[in-house]
């Protein structure tokens, strides 16, 4: 688990709530409520990382023009965000480029905490993006809903942001990964409509690759 942050606040949310008017969008401003949600609930390098550096990422990648995203709120916190791109394989790059100083010291500080961790900063700093097969360039990044919240609805009602915001950019497909361990997601997908294209192997892990053709979308009303 993540230190130097407030844990997620679990209580238990009222099952018949009204969640109509409760989606913004995502801003810098989330970016630490949000951290917190992704280093508690989101598996992967990020999350390995740690808690400030996913801060700095999201910090620092919200105040590009190509990423964009959608926060759902439950008496003032955030239940749930999805994050994403219209330029997948600049993103990390442009987020080490934007803040390579705070982004060294992040990884001076923790091989001095967690010597053990130098392993994954070389997979970080030799890090590239896998080359997916469509060379889709929009991708849906992250999503996650703080589980008493999860089943509610909410993850389906950020995606349906998510592509109308996408639509109006003109763009009718965009992709998504997932770890082949993430069965819950999975089948979250596929309830969404995406389409599973290919499985795929990243630093040792394999993950499977889901599209969507937002061409078939019928209902984008709120
Ligand atoms: C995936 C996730 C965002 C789904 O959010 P959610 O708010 O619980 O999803 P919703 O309530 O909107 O569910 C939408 C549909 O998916 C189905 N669904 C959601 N989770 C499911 C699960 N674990 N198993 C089967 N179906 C599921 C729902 O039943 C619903 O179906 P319906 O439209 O027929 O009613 C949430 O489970 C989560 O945060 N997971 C952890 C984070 C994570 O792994 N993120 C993905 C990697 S970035």
Same mark, same amino acid.
């Given at each position: 688990?993540?230190?130097?942050?407030?844990?997620?606040?679990?209580?238990?949310?009222?099952?018949?709530?009204?969640?109509?008017?409760?989606?913004?969008?995502?801003?810098?401003?989330?970016?630490?409520?949000? *951290?917190? #949600?992704?280093? =508690?609930?989101?598996?992967?390098?990020?999350?390995?990382?740690? /808690?400030? %550096?996913?801060? @700095?990422?999201?910090?620092?990648?919200?105040?590009?023009?190509?990423?964009?995203?959608?926060?759902?709120?439950?008496?003032?916190?955030?239940?749930?965000?999805?994050?994403?791109?219209?330029?997948? *394989?600049? #993103?990390?790059? =442009?987020?080490?480029?934007?803040?390579?100083?705070?982004?060294? /010291?992040? %990884?001076?500080? @923790?091989?001095?905490?967690?010597?053990?961790?130098?392993?994954?900063?070389?997979?970080?700093?030799?890090?590239?993006?896998?080359?997916?097969?469509?060379?889709?360039?929009?991708?849906?990044?992250?999503?996650?809903?703080?589980?008493?919240?999860?089943?509610?609805?909410?993850?389906?009602?950020?995606?349906?942001?998510?592509?109308?915001?996408?639509?109006?950019?003109?763009?009718?497909?965009?992709?998504?990964?997932?770890?082949?361990?993430?069965?819950?997601?999975?089948?979250?997908?596929?309830?969404?409509?995406?389409?599973?294209?290919?499985?795929?192997?990243?630093?040792?892990?394999?993950?499977?690759?889901?599209?969507?053709?937002?061409?078939?979308?019928?209902?984008?009303?709120?």
């Amino acid at each position: 688990m993540c230190k130097n942050r407030s844990p997620v606040i679990v209580f238990m949310p009222n099952r018949e709530m009204d969640i109509r008017n409760s989606i913004t969008v995502l801003k810098p401003n989330h970016s630490q409520e949000v *951290s917190v #949600l992704h280093a =508690d609930l989101i598996p992967g390098l990020l999350q390995e990382l740690g /808690y400030p %550096m996913i801060h @700095l990422f999201y910090e620092t990648a919200l105040k590009s023009e190509h990423n964009f995203g959608f926060v759902d709120f439950r008496e003032n916190k955030i239940a749930g965000f999805v994050f994403g791109t219209t330029a997948i *394989s600049t #993103l990390y790059k =442009d987020v080490a480029l934007r803040r390579a100083f705070p982004i060294v /010291y992040q %990884m001076f500080r @923790l091989i001095f905490k967690k010597p053990q961790k130098i392993g994954l900063l070389l997979k970080v700093i030799f890090y590239r993006t896998y080359r997916h097969q469509t060379g889709c360039e929009s991708e849906l990044v992250f999503l996650a809903v703080n589980p008493p919240y999860q089943k509610l609805g909410i993850g389906k009602k950020l995606m349906t942001h998510f592509h109308d915001y996408l639509i109006q950019k003109g763009i009718s497909r965009y992709e998504a990964s997932v770890e082949i361990e993430n069965e819950s997601t999975q089948k979250f997908n596929e309830k969404l409509g995406m389409q599973l294209e290919y499985v795929y192997t990243e630093f040792g892990i394999k993950r499977l690759r889901y599209s969507f053709d937002l061409s078939t979308c019928q209902n984008h009303s709120r």
